[in-house]
């Protein structure tokens, strides 16, 4: 059940099925070769993920997060990920330094060319690698969660034109300074970068 459940989500986030989209129980069956408990108890799950919604007699259907609850959400993200950041600080070990820049030159390198999409995936890689560096799972599950309900907003503004300028020194800072083991400039960074989200979703709110 646990791999229909993870393949499932894994799909939701990528963006296979559209918000509102309604998730038919013979189309997964045979998509993912499982029987309709399992589906359904996998649905279960992800509707206690904020990424389903289980309408009583219509079935299950893909749920809309609105740019003000992801607001709300970044909100949390910024107080978790600021003290994530500084755990990370603290912990980081010297080889694990090195694999940290060597990220960031590839999110500058990813911002020089242009290459978006790709900007957008080390953006999420960046943030996970922080998470295992802080060894802290409760943060981990926290965040994890939140990060499925507001992936498909990051994924928007990372395509904004002129976004990627400004989140990259956002991000290079956060590198350094959890590679200079700062634990306090470290949170500061992180809890900055993620107002400058908080600023940018309001845009789209305000527009």
Same mark, same amino acid.
């Given at each position: 059940?646990?791999?229909?459940?993870?393949?499932?989500?894994?799909?939701?986030?990528?963006?296979?099925? $559209?918000? =509102?989209?309604?998730?038919?129980?013979?189309?997964?069956?045979?998509?993912?070769?499982?029987?309709?408990? &399992?589906?359904?108890?996998?649905?279960?799950?992800?509707?206690?993920?904020?990424?389903?919604?289980?309408?009583?007699?219509?079935?299950?259907?893909?749920?809309?997060?609105?740019?003000? /609850?992801?607001?709300?959400?970044?909100?949390?993200?910024?107080?978790? /990920?600021?003290?994530?950041?500084?755990? $990370?600080?603290?912990?980081?070990?010297?080889?694990?330094?090195?694999?940290?820049?060597?990220?960031?030159?590839?999110?500058?390198?990813?911002?020089?060319?242009?290459?978006?999409?790709?900007?957008?995936?080390?953006?999420?890689?960046? =943030?996970?690698?922080?998470?295992?560096? $802080?060894?802290?799972?409760?943060?981990?599950?926290?965040?994890?969660?939140? =990060?499925?309900?507001?992936?498909?907003?990051?994924?928007?503004?990372?395509?904004?034109?002129?976004?990627?300028?400004?989140?990259?020194?956002?991000?290079?800072?956060?590198?350094?300074?959890?590679?200079?083991?700062?634990?306090?400039? $470290?949170?500061?960074?992180?809890?900055? =970068?993620?107002?400058? &989200?908080?600023?940018?979703?309001?845009?789209?709110?305000?527009?």
């Amino acid at each position: 059940m646990s791999d229909v459940y993870t393949r499932l989500r894994e799909a939701l986030l990528r963006g296979e099925y $559209a918000p =509102h989209q309604r998730l038919i129980e013979a189309d997964l069956a045979e998509r993912f070769a499982a029987s309709r408990f &399992v589906l359904r108890n996998a649905l279960a799950r992800l509707a206690g993920d904020g990424l389903v919604e289980l309408q009583p007699h219509r079935g299950a259907r893909v749920r809309e997060i609105s740019v003000a /609850e992801a607001i709300e959400i970044t909100e949390i993200r910024r107080a978790v /990920e600021g003290m994530v950041a500084a755990r $990370a600080a603290e912990r980081i070990t010297d080889p694990e330094i090195g694999d940290l820049r060597r990220l960031g030159e590839e999110m500058a390198a990813a911002v020089q060319s242009a290459d978006m999409l790709r900007y957008s995936e080390l953006n999420a890689q960046l =943030h996970g690698t922080l998470r295992t560096l $802080a060894r802290h799972a409760a943060a981990n599950r926290i965040i994890e969660q939140l =990060h499925g309900q507001v992936v498909r907003h990051q994924f928007r503004l990372a395509l904004m034109p002129g976004r990627p300028s400004v989140s990259l020194p956002e991000h290079l800072a956060v590198i350094e300074a959890v590679c200079a083991r700062d634990p306090d400039k $470290a949170e500061l960074a992180m809890r900055a =970068h993620l107002t400058s &989200v908080l600023d940018t979703l309001r845009t789209l709110v305000a527009h």
